[in-house]
C-alpha cells in the first residue's frame, strides 16, 4: 500500500473551535488533495496542492484553508468547525496527471 | 472537464458478469478513462485505466469504442466482495491560471451483489 496516513482517525469537536486534519505521505509524489463525502454521496474536491506552497481550490473550499510547507504533509484547517462539516474526509496522493491516486483511510469529523 | 454519466446502482449476483457502462460525449483529444473502487469506509482504490479499445488486467476490463464517448467497466465472475461504489473519471479539471489539474469524482454507481 502506498505510504499515505491520515490523523487523527476520528475527532469529536465543537461548534466554533478550530480544527487541523494532517496528510502524512511517504511517497514523495508531488499532488496531494482533500475531499469530504457525505453520507450516501461521491467525494467532493475541497482543496489540492501541486507542490510546496502551491495549493488551489477545489468544488467546496469555503470554511476550509490548507497549507503544504513540505513534500510530505498538507494540513486541512477548519478555522471556525460548523456542524455541517460533519463529515468524513478523505487525502489522496498522486504523481502527476493521469497517474493513479492513493486514498488514506480517512478521517470522521464530527461538530456538535 | 469531461462531464460522466453512469448508472446511480446495479444489482447482480454472485457469479454473473456486470457490465457498467459511463458516457462521456465530450472526452477530450488527451483524455484518460480511470475507474475506481470504493467499499464502504474506505477511500477509492484505482481498478483500471485506458485510452482506447481494450485493457485487462487483474481486476476487471475496460472496453472503449473507437469514438471513445462511452467506456464500459467489466466485472468477470461477480462475488459479494464486489459489492462496492464505482467511479469512472474522464480527464482531470484544467486551471487556465496555473497550468494545474485537479482530480474530481462524480457520483459513482453503487453495486451490490447478492447471493
Known amino acids: 500500500d502506498a505510504g499515505i496516513t491520515q490523523s487523527p482517525r476520528h475527532k469529536v469537536t465543537e461548534t466554533g473551535t478550530p480544527v487541523t486534519l494532517r496528510c502524512h505521505q511517504t511517497?514523495?509524489?508531488?499532488?496531494m488533495y482533500w475531499y469530504r463525502q457525505d453520507p450516501g454521496h461521491g467525494l467532493r474536491l475541497i482543496h489540492y496542492?501541486?507542490?510546496?506552497?502551491?495549493?488551489d481550490k477545489g468544488e467546496v473550499s469555503d470554511g476550509y484553508s490548507v497549507s503544504r510547507s513540505k513534500t510530505e504533509d498538507f494540513l486541512l484547517t477548519l478555522e471556525s468547525a460548523t456542524s455541517s462539516q460533519t463529515s468524513v474526509y478523505f487525502c489522496?496522493?498522486?504523481?502527476?496527471?493521469?497517474?493513479?491516486?492513493?486514498f488514506g483511510q480517512g478521517t470522521r469529523l464530527t461538530v456538535v | 472537464l469531461a462531464k460522466t454519466t453512469q448508472p446511480i446502482s446495479m444489482d447482480s449476483y454472485e457469479g454473473q458478469e456486470v457490465n457498467i457502462t459511463c458516457s462521456h460525449n465530450?472526452?477530450?483529444?488527451?483524455?484518460?478513462i480511470t475507474w475506481y473502487q470504493q467499499f464502504p469506509s474506505q477511500g477509492p482504490r484505482f481498478i483500471i485505466q485506458?485510452?482506447?479499445t481494450k485493457v485487462t488486467n487483474e481486476v476487471a476490463s475496460l472496453f472503449i469504442p473507437a469514438d471513445r464517448k462511452s467506456s464500459t467497466l467489466s466485472l468477470p465472475r461477480v462475488s459479494l466482495s464486489d459489492t462496492a461504489v464505482y467511479y469512472c473519471?474522464?480527464?482531470?479539471?484544467?486551471?487556465?491560471?496555473?497550468?494545474?489539474?485537479?482530480?474530481?469524482f462524480g457520483s459513482g454507481t453503487r453495486l451490490q451483489v447478492q447471493p
Open positions: 489522496a496522493i498522486r504523481q502527476g496527471e493521469d497517474t493513479e491516486a492513493f
Open positions: 511517497e514523495n509524489h508531488r499532488y
Open positions: 496542492s501541486y507542490g510546496v506552497k502551491d495549493t
Open positions: 465530450n472526452i477530450a483529444t488527451n483524455d484518460y
Open positions: 485506458g485510452y482506447k
Open positions: 473519471l474522464v480527464g482531470d479539471p484544467f486551471d487556465m491560471d496555473t497550468g494545474r489539474r485537479a482530480l474530481t
